[in-house]
């Protein structure tokens, strides 16, 4: 079958897969606790005998025993896999029938970060080398499967595709609710892995025929690429502390026709099921028709965990994360203070932002790395898509190489070199790409003119095999005060582009009003008339409530907001902020009132300086606090959340600084982390807070740090104060030796050190200056030690 | 499964002590905790039961040793043991790392009510045992206390599919992610 190709035979045939290998290979003769992929090298027959048993079964592709054939678990990956697939090649061909060779890869057993430990780029790496060597030896294709991660699966096709011309099919092992072990249900799934631009999308293991005919109805509904479903041979039952599956033979073949009756192209087996099994499913299902899987035409973004659909509800991309006009993140980004980034995202998630614009260009900044950060740092506390926004290539393509999901790319437009730019980027990644109606001679005046250059960007998307769904249309503002018909033309356009070219649209709303006072009430009326004029996607700040109150309000009128549950929840929000004024701000930060506190600071600006502020209110009321927590009256939450008022507090002052281009003083810089090998990071994140509200600058390096990595920091730094963290005993081994390295190259550094399993003593043998017993204690030991 | 949490564990684990109780705000702080840990958690358990044998200071199931003198003793009376393993999931990490960006109070107490919730969630997990595994039960003893040495977990991971099936997988110091999750040995005297 080598000159038939697979996408071909694929599309118009029905594949059958084989079934379980594990317990196959137990039964001929793998020994237990033994590693299958060892196998390979030293008894090939016994391989040789399970591949004959599924080709006699009536099998035309053929998985290689490579499933766990990584570096992780083996020194010789290489010779593993050649030998794997050069068995199921000499089986096939003794058989005498027709099959394909698939390249078995699974999970590599690791979670990626930030859930584990493992860099995406390492399980690339790992997939690459399975992928290189079964390439090199001759197999038809590539079967990512049993997979539950899509990160996972991001890592493992780019390392496929990128290495090979080969196709790729993935398969996933859902629970019964339709659910990967890291989240994504099976929307997020398909349409994430419909942007990789994989060839067949599959479930297997997990569970039975029964519970995987539901999830397949659910598949159909979003995926235009052919379906395979390897079901186990029922859910298992352990009997005595074995294992068994109940499902016979016969049964099995028969939820498989149904299965294949409903919209499956591929069929196989995975655990309990045996040749038999097989077998008897092939002979039931060879002869019947193969339902050709529709084109679903759906404009979606995803990220780790959830989906985006453009509907008719407009959608709300959030807008904060853009320096332009924001002196605060422009200082946040030279800083490097991610906090304030990720805040942003945090609080235009929770104002109801269904995506968040992330735009971090500032000429003096290193933009792929600070791009690639944000987006990795975002979407480990987020599962709001985002939308990458740059028109600095490199950065565009290391965050959508990372991004975890299909993100929106902001932007393309008609010029040719930006389209050959952005164009490949989308298609191999995936995404929905923003699409500006300008080119070489600018924005034209006309809505004719900028319909015209969609038209050529469709076109020119197209030759790339980039299909209109994943364009949405930007038709571009220009502000009302230099041409009063400039709003007038983008509704326009927005109408024309949705009902001529059925494409989605987005717009940056606020534009509209440049040069004119009050520009709220213009963006709110201007962003409702575009919703009603076909608007699929606004991008605005959520935090404003003018605008979205023009958003609820238009929901709510077009009977798109199901009881007025977010008019109304949205109506309720506003009215719990209504501001009180008759507590102080001493009594605010002791009482953790943040919204209060912030009020107050506001009102105290208008008559004290900042440092007056600070050092006659701020910290009176954190020491009242924080004696109180030392005397036991008060206890951590209530002692962090004055800490988090105070914080709200310095906010309002240092946004007052910035504006005003003060200088603030500071009080000592600490460098802070939790040490290598240890991923308890909330002792030390504590500290931080304590430790900033109280006026030090922290440099937080985070957690798992390597002794050589807090050495370098420092010295950069110039820093005179380490504080250290860790919580297990096997970690404060590390934690002794970034003290020893730390003095070694600096004797005069001091370093306190934290964590559950440290104590007084304990901290003096590893050669720390200082302990400190809790949060508290540790701004003590700063406060005493930059006083000197 | 509905999972609980108990304000008093909670509280404890925040630090509260000599008999003091949260406030009435940090009360409601727990329970905004729970409603929006209960829609982010995949709670899931797994357990297999395997016979084993005792040395003088560990016990060995299916040719890997576990030494603890401390469960030797524990498991004094019992014929098979249970290992045991149950998490939360991915959804807990994500939302005290969510929190430790924007509130520290709040990401102390989602910890903090996590834990409880896992607990609460070993607690029903262990009862259902009951009904499929007749006998009597201890109480759960985890790799990491008692004199076990935390590195065993390596070993519990190769007994018990905690990867395949729940999706958490070890550090190189036999930490677990994701965090809220319990491993465990469960003796079982049988009648």
């Given at each position: 079958?080598?000159?038939?190709?697979?996408n071909?035979?694929?599309?118009?045939?029905i594949?059958?897969?084989?079934?379980?290998?594990?317990?196959?290979?137990?039964?001929?003769?793998?020994?237990?606790g033994?590693?299958?992929?060892?196998?390979?090298?030293?008894?090939?027959?016994?391989?040789?005998?399970v591949?004959?048993?599924?080709?006699?079964?009536?099998?035309?592709?053929?998985?290689?025993?490579?499933?766990?054939?990584?570096?992780?678990?083996?020194?010789?990956?290489?010779?593993?896999?050649?030998?794997?697939?050069?068995?199921?090649?000499?089986a096939?061909?003794?058989s005498?029938?027709?099959?394909?060779?698939?390249?078995?890869?699974?999970?590599?057993?690791?979670?990626?970060?930030?859930y584990?430990?493992?860099?995406?780029?390492?399980?690339?790496?790992?997939?690459?080398?399975?992928?290189?060597a079964?390439?090199?030896?001759g197999?038809?294709?590539?079967?990512?499967?049993?997979?539950?991660?899509?990160?996972?699966?991001?890592?493992?096709?780019?390392?496929?595709?990128?290495n090979?011309?080969?196709?790729?099919?993935?398969?996933?092992?859902?629970?019964?609710?339709?659910?990967?072990l890291?989240?994504?249900?099976?929307?997020?799934?398909?349409?994430?892995?419909?942007?990789?631009?994989?060839?067949?999308?599959?479930?297997?293991?997990?569970?039975?025929?029964?519970?995987?005919?539901?999830?397949?109805?659910?598949?159909?509904?979003?995926?235009?690429?052919?379906?395979f479903?390897?079901?186990?041979?029922?859910?298992?039952?352990?009997?005595?502390?074995?294992?068994?599956?109940?499902?016979?033979?016969?049964?099995?073949?028969?939820?498989?026709?149904?299965?294949?009756?409903n919209?499956?192209?591929?069929?196989?087996g995975?655990?309990?099921?045996?040749?038999?099994?097989?077998?008897?499913?092939i002979?039931?299902?060879?002869?019947?028709?193969?339902?050709?899987?529709?084109k679903?035409?759906?404009?979606?973004?995803?990220?780790?965990?959830?989906?985006?659909?453009?509907?008719?509800?407009?959608?709300?991309?959030?807008?904060r994360?853009?320096?332009?006009?924001?002196?605060?993140?422009?200082?946040?980004?030279?800083?490097?203070?991610?906090?304030?980034?990720?805040r942003?995202?945090?609080?235009?998630?929770?104002?109801?932002?269904?995506?968040?614009?992330?735009?971090?260009?500032?000429?003096?900044?290193?933009?792929?790395?600070?791009?690639?950060n944000?987006?990795?740092?975002?979407?480990?506390?987020?599962?709001?898509?985002?939308?990458?926004?740059?028109?600095?290539?490199?950065?565009?393509?290391?965050?959508?190489?990372?991004?975890?999901?299909?993100?929106?790319?902001?932007?393309?437009?008609?010029?040719?070199?930006?389209?050959?730019?952005?164009?490949p980027?989308?298609?191999?990644?995936?995404?929905?790409?923003?699409?500006?109606?300008l080119?070489?001679?600018?924005?034209?005046e006309?809505?004719?003119?900028?319909?015209?250059?969609?038209?050529?960007?469709?076109?020119?998307?197209?030759?790339?095999?980039?299909?209109?769904?994943?364009?949405?249309?930007?038709?571009?503002?220009?502000?009302?005060?230099?041409?009063?018909?400039n709003?007038?033309?983008t509704?326009?356009?927005?109408?024309?582009?949705?009902?001529?070219?059925?494409?989605?649209?987005?717009?940056?709303?606020?534009?509209?009003?440049?040069?004119?006072?009050?520009?709220?009430?213009l963006?709110?009326?201007?962003?409702?008339?575009?919703?009603?004029?076909?608007?699929?996607?606004?991008?605005?700040?959520?935090?404003?409530?003018?605008?979205?109150?023009?958003y609820?309000?238009?929901?709510?009128?077009?009977?798109?907001?199901?009881n007025?549950?977010?008019?109304?929840?949205?109506?309720?929000?506003?009215?719990?902020?209504?501001?009180?004024?008759d507590?102080d701000?001493?009594?605010?930060?002791?009482?953790?009132?943040?919204?209060?506190?912030?009020?107050?600071?506001?009102?105290?600006?208008?008559?004290?300086t900042?440092?007056?502020?600070?050092d006659?209110?701020?910290v009176?009321?954190?020491?009242?606090?924080g004696?109180?927590?030392?005397?036991?009256?008060?206890?951590?939450?209530?002692?962090?959340?004055?800490?988090?008022?105070?914080?709200?507090?310095?906010?309002?002052?240092?946004?007052?600084?910035?504006?005003?281009?003060?200088?603030?003083?500071?009080?000592?810089k600490?460098?802070?982390?939790?040490v290598?090998?240890?991923?308890?990071?909330?002792?030390?994140?504590?500290?931080?807070?304590?430790?900033?509200?109280?006026?030090?600058?922290?440099?937080?390096?985070?957690?798992?740090?390597t002794?050589?990595?807090?050495?370098?920091?420092a010295?950069?730094?110039?820093?005179?104060?380490?504080?250290?963290?860790?919580?297990?005993?096997?970690?404060?081994?590390?934690?002794?030796?970034?003290?020893?390295?730390?003095?070694a190259?600096?004797?005069?550094?001091?370093?306190?050190?934290?964590?559950?399993?440290?104590?007084?003593?304990y901290?003096?043998?590893?050669?720390?200056?200082?302990?400190?017993?809790?949060?508290?204690?540790?701004?003590?030991?700063?406060?005493?030690?930059?006083?000197? | 499964?509905?999972?609980?949490?108990?304000?008093?564990?909670?509280?404890?684990?925040?630090?509260?002590?000599?008999?003091?109780e949260?406030?009435?705000?940090?009360?409601?702080?727990?329970?905004?905790?729970?409603?929006e840990?209960?829609?982010?958690?995949?709670?899931?358990?797994?357990?297999?039961?395997y016979?084993?044998?005792?040395?003088?200071?560990?016990?060995?199931i299916d040719?890997?040793?576990?030494?603890s003198?401390?469960?030797?003793?524990?498991?004094?009376?019992?014929?098979?043991?249970?290992?045991?393993?149950?998490?939360?999931?991915?959804?807990?990490?994500t939302?005290?790392?969510?929190?430790?960006?924007?509130d520290?109070?709040?990401?102390?107490?989602?910890?903090?009510?996590?834990?409880s919730?896992?607990?609460?969630?070993?607690?029903?997990?262990?009862?259902?045992?009951?009904n499929?595994?007749?006998?009597?039960?201890?109480?759960r003893?985890?790799?990491?206390?008692?004199?076990?040495?935390?590195?065993?977990?390596?070993?519990?991971?190769k007994l018990?599919?905690?990867?395949?099936?729940?999706?958490?997988?070890?550090?190189?110091?036999?930490?677990?992610?994701?965090?809220?999750?319990?491993?465990?040995?469960?003796?079982?005297?049988?009648e």
């Amino acid at each position: 079958m080598r000159t038939m190709n697979f996408n071909e035979f694929f599309n118009n045939s029905i594949l059958f897969f084989d079934g379980a290998m594990g317990t196959e290979l137990q039964k001929n003769g793998l020994k237990k606790g033994e590693l299958p992929e060892n196998l390979n090298i030293h008894s090939p027959e016994i391989v040789a005998r399970v591949h004959k048993s599924y080709l006699d079964a009536g099998c035309n592709i053929i998985s290689t025993n490579t499933f766990g054939a990584n570096s992780l678990k083996f020194h010789n990956v290489n010779e593993i896999v050649t030998k794997a697939v050069e068995i199921t090649k000499n089986a096939i061909a003794e058989s005498g029938k027709e099959a394909f060779v698939a390249l078995d890869m699974g999970p590599l057993g690791k979670l990626l970060k930030p859930y584990g430990d493992l860099e995406f780029q390492t399980a690339y790496d790992l997939y690459k080398e399975q992928v290189i060597a079964g390439a090199n030896a001759g197999a038809d294709l590539i079967l990512i499967e049993t997979m539950g991660d899509l990160y996972e699966i991001k890592a493992s096709v780019l390392a496929a595709k990128e290495n090979t011309d080969l196709p790729v099919l993935v398969s996933m092992i859902f629970d019964e609710k339709g659910i990967l072990l890291t989240g994504a249900d099976i929307k997020t799934a398909i349409i994430t892995l419909e942007g990789l631009d994989v060839d067949g999308i599959g479930m297997n293991c997990g569970l039975g025929p029964d519970q995987m005919l539901e999830l397949l109805k659910e598949m159909q509904k979003y995926s235009s690429t052919p379906i395979f479903v390897q079901p186990n041979a029922g859910l298992p039952v352990s009997i005595n502390g074995v294992t068994t599956y109940n499902v016979t033979p016969e049964e099995f073949a028969n939820k498989q026709l149904q299965i294949l009756r409903n919209g499956a192209c591929a069929l196989g087996g995975c655990c309990g099921t045996t040749p038999d099994h097989i077998k008897a499913m092939i002979d039931l299902c060879k002869n019947q028709q193969i339902t050709k899987i529709s084109k679903k035409q759906i404009t979606a973004v995803t990220s780790y965990s959830k989906t985006v659909i453009f509907q008719d509800k407009p959608i709300i991309i959030g807008e904060r994360i853009n320096p332009t006009g924001k002196k605060m993140l422009k200082e946040a980004l030279r800083n490097k203070d991610m906090d304030y980034i990720y805040r942003e995202g945090v609080t235009q998630a929770d104002a109801g932002a269904d995506v968040l614009d992330v735009n971090v260009g500032l000429p003096e900044i290193d933009e792929p790395t600070m791009m690639q950060n944000t987006v990795l740092g975002l979407q480990s506390i987020l599962n709001t898509p985002l939308q990458i926004d740059t028109s600095d290539a490199v950065a565009m393509e290391k965050a959508l190489r990372i991004y975890n999901g299909k993100p929106m790319v902001n932007s393309v437009n008609g010029k040719e070199k930006v389209m050959d730019e952005v164009f490949p980027l989308v298609k191999k990644y995936g995404g929905v790409l923003v699409c500006l109606t300008l080119d070489e001679n600018g924005i034209p005046e006309t809505t004719e003119g900028r319909i015209d250059i969609a038209k050529r960007i469709i076109a020119k998307a197209e030759e790339y095999g980039i299909t209109k769904e994943n364009l949405v249309f930007d038709p571009l503002c220009m502000t009302v005060s230099t041409n009063k018909d400039n709003a007038k033309i983008t509704l326009e356009c927005i109408e024309k582009l949705t009902n001529v070219l059925g494409v989605k649209t987005v717009l940056g709303v606020s534009n509209v009003s440049f040069g004119l006072p009050n520009r709220e009430l213009l963006n709110s009326a201007f962003f409702t008339l575009a919703m009603q004029r076909g608007l699929s996607a606004g991008i605005i700040n959520p935090k404003s409530d003018a605008m979205m109150n023009a958003y609820y309000s238009y929901c709510a009128l077009q009977g798109l907001d199901d009881n007025f549950e977010q008019y109304i929840a949205n109506v309720t929000d506003t009215k719990s902020e209504i501001k009180t004024t008759d507590v102080d701000l001493k009594t605010a930060v002791v009482k953790g009132l943040k919204n209060q506190a912030k009020e107050q600071t506001k009102l105290e600006l208008q008559t004290k300086t900042p440092i007056e502020i600070i050092d006659g209110i701020l910290v009176p009321a954190l020491n009242e606090v924080g004696k109180g927590f030392e005397e036991n009256t008060i206890f951590l939450p209530s002692l962090l959340m004055s800490a988090e008022t105070a914080g709200a507090s310095f906010e309002i002052i240092k946004e007052y600084m910035v504006n005003s281009g003060a200088k603030s003083e500071e009080k000592g810089k600490i460098l802070i982390a939790t040490v290598e090998g240890d991923i308890h990071d909330i002792g030390k994140n504590i500290v931080k807070v304590l430790l900033e509200n109280y006026g030090f600058s922290v440099i937080d390096m985070g957690k798992d740090i390597t002794p050589e990595a807090i050495v370098e920091r420092a010295e950069k730094e110039n820093i005179k104060l380490v504080g250290l963290s860790a919580l297990m005993t096997t970690t404060v081994p590390s934690m002794e030796r970034t003290i020893r390295l730390l003095k070694a190259k600096n004797s005069q550094i001091a370093v306190m050190v934290g964590g559950a399993v440290l104590t007084e003593d304990y901290a003096k043998t590893i050669g720390a200056d200082f302990y400190g017993k809790d949060a508290m204690a540790s701004v003590r030991i700063a406060e005493k030690f930059f006083a000197k | 499964m509905l999972l609980k949490y108990d304000l008093h564990e909670a509280a404890r684990y925040m630090g509260y002590k000599h008999g003091a109780e949260p406030s009435e705000e940090i009360c409601e702080l727990c329970e905004v905790a729970y409603n929006e840990l209960c829609k982010v958690i995949t709670p899931k358990y797994i357990y297999k039961e395997y016979e084993f044998t005792r040395t003088n200071d560990g016990i060995i199931i299916d040719g890997t040793e576990f030494k603890s003198t401390k469960l030797l003793n524990h498991l004094k009376d019992s014929n098979t043991i249970i290992l045991f393993g149950a998490t939360l999931g991915v959804g807990a990490d994500t939302l005290v790392r969510k929190y430790s960006v924007t509130d520290a109070a709040m990401t102390s107490i989602v910890h903090c009510v996590g834990a409880s919730m896992v607990e609460n969630l070993c607690d029903q997990a262990c009862e259902e045992l009951k009904n499929t595994i007749k006998g009597d039960h201890k109480y759960r003893f985890s790799p990491g206390y008692g004199g076990l040495d935390i590195s065993s977990q390596a070993d519990f991971f190769k007994l018990l599919p905690m990867t395949k099936q729940m999706g958490v997988t070890l550090s190189e110091n036999f930490l677990m992610t994701p965090t809220k999750t319990v491993t465990a040995f469960i003796g079982v005297t049988k009648e």
